[in-house]
């Protein structure tokens, strides 16, 4: 998997850069911290769209109106889940002695390149397994309740590594670079 993951980066690499760091996100539904408060708003905001589509299509009243409601609900219940998996599934991380590569992307590839020099903040959580995420700049203040909607619209936040194992040992490795301390030889 290791030289998968390489050969999915190495096209945007630049002459004499080599990768020094390739993984992948935990792949599968994943449950976050932010769904303590989302999923029990979420299942309010579906029952009472589907009640409100009920009572007004009992009542005679024009009730396609909450249909809308109703699908967002849903999709906000369940979907939402399958299409970050999907998201995560799609998205690989490389870091090279100048940069850290986050290609990701469903239905068309997005490349973002983070210049390591350049990090002005730099944050790790680790679990007690040791994966976690790296955080790579300044966290925007809705970014810990969009946890795992960075693909939604609008929900635009810092680059980050997240969900990655030994979260630890990829930091070290970031902060050594940043440092000029990790020689590398290609």
């Not at 906000?76 to 990701?104: E, H, M, N, P």
């Not at 939604?152 to 997240?162: I, S």
Request: with cysteine.
């Amino acid at each position: 998997m290791h030289q998968n993951l390489q050969s999915e980066l190495r096209s945007y690499l630049n002459p004499g850069e080599g990768l020094i760091w390739t993984g992948k996100p935990k792949q599968g539904v994943v449950f976050r911290s932010a769904d303590v408060f989302m999923i029990p708003f979420t299942v309010l905001w579906c029952g009472f769209a589907i009640f409100w589509v009920i009572m007004a299509s009992e009542a005679g009243a024009f009730a396609l109106f909450g249909i809308p409601f109703v699908l967002v609900g849903l999709f906000l219940v369940f979907g939402r889940f399958f299409v970050d998996a999907r998201v995560r599934a799609k998205t690989v991380y490389g870091i090279t002695q100048d940069r850290i590569l986050i290609k990701s992307g469903v239905f068309s590839t997005t490349l973002n390149s983070v210049s390591i020099k350049n990090i002005s903040h730099l944050e790790y959580q680790e679990k007690s397994d040791r994966s976690g995420s790296i955080l790579l700049g300044p966290r925007s203040p809705h970014q810990r309740w969009s946890s795992g909607m960075s693909w939604w619209p609008g929900m635009k936040t810092a680059p980050q590594l997240e969900l990655i194992k030994d979260v630890r040992n990829v930091y070290n490795k970031i902060t050594e670079l940043q440092r000029g301390d990790l020689t590398v030889n290609f």
